[in-house]
C-alpha cells in the first residue's frame, strides 16, 4: 500500500454524487475518485491512500462496519474521513455511533465550508 496520495475518495452509494464532484474540482488538490461500492472503495484505496474521504448518502449506507473497514485500511496515514447527509433526514447520526468517521456534514455545502475541509484534511495527511 502507498502512502497517501493526493486524492479525495467519494463513495456514493447511490450515484448522485455529480454537483459534489463538481463542487469538489473547485477545491481538491489532487484528482477525485467516485466509488460506488464499500469494496470498489476499499480496492482503490489499497492501490492508493486518498488524503479524504467523503461518505456520501444517509447514514443507513455507512454503518459501523463500513466505516471501521475504511479507518484500518487508511490507518496510520492520517486520512480524514467525513460523513455527508441531506438536510432532510429525519434523524442525523450520533457521533458515539460512528467512531471512525472525523465529522458529519449537511448538504447543501457551502465553497467556504468545502475549501475548509480540503485544506485540514490535506494539513493532517501531511503531519
Not at 493526493?6 to 454537483?19: F, K, S, T
Not at 489532487?30 to 480496492?43: K, N
Request: proline content about 6%; aromatic content about 6%.
Amino acid at each position: 500500500m502507498n502512502s497517501s496520495s493526493d486524492y479525495v475518495l467519494l463513495l456514493d452509494h447511490h450515484c448522485g454524487a455529480n454537483l459534489m464532484v463538481q463542487s469538489l474540482s473547485n477545491q481538491v488538490e489532487g484528482s477525485i475518485f467516485v466509488a460506488y461500492s464499500a469494496d470498489q472503495a476499499v480496492a482503490r484505496i489499497e492501490q492508493s491512500i486518498p488524503y479524504l474521504v467523503i461518505l456520501s448518502g444517509t447514514h443507513k449506507n455507512w454503518p459501523p462496519a463500513l466505516v471501521d473497514r475504511l479507518r484500518e485500511t487508511v490507518k496510520p496515514l492520517g486520512t480524514t474521513i467525513v460523513a455527508l447527509t441531506k438536510s432532510h433526514e429525519p434523524s442525523w447520526p450520533v457521533q458515539e455511533e460512528h467512531p471512525g468517521v472525523d465529522g458529519f456534514l449537511v448538504e447543501p455545502i457551502s465553497q467556504d465550508v468545502l475549501h475548509l475541509l480540503v485544506k485540514s484534511a490535506v494539513a493532517k495527511a501531511i503531519l
